[in-house]
Nanobody
Framework: QVQLVESGGGLVHPGGSLRLSCVAP????????AAWYRQVPGKQRELVAA???????YNLDSVKGRFTIFRDKGLKTMYLSMNEMTLEDTGVYYC?????WGQGTQVTVSS
């Protein structure tokens, strides 16, 4: 079963930074919009950021100016660079390519 492999989560203080990575095996990276979602207990999974193959991007209002999504076709990897993080950024982050999902990585912002 094809699976996306995530890395980069962890614990960070408010105002800190993290970068998440997600590797897609084989040729599935091309032609698909890459996206990052996050989920907190008791809430629905929400779309945080997305980038098309043509590099058109979308960002959730609350992360605009702080988070950047980008992709590297050669490495078949998508990234989410998170800066000026707040307590509200805490959650499990999932990468997504069409119908494919990563395993999820925990991001905790705490003082």
């Amino acid at each position: 079963q094809v699976q996306l492999v995530e890395s980069g989560g962890g614990l960070v203080h408010p105002g800190g930074s993290l970068r998440l990575s997600c590797v897609a095996p084989g040729s599935i990276f091309s032609g698909r919009t890459a996206a990052w979602y996050r989920q907190v207990p008791g809430k629905q999974r929400e779309l945080v950021a997305a980038i098309s193959e043509g590099r058109t991007t979308y960002n959730l209002d609350s992360v605009k100016g702080r988070f950047t999504i980008f992709r590297d076709k050669g490495l078949k990897t998508m990234y989410l660079s998170m800066n000026e993080m707040t307590l509200e950024d805490t959650g499990v982050y999932y990468c997504n390519l069409g119908d494919l999902w990563g395993q999820g990585t925990q991001v905790t912002v705490s003082s």
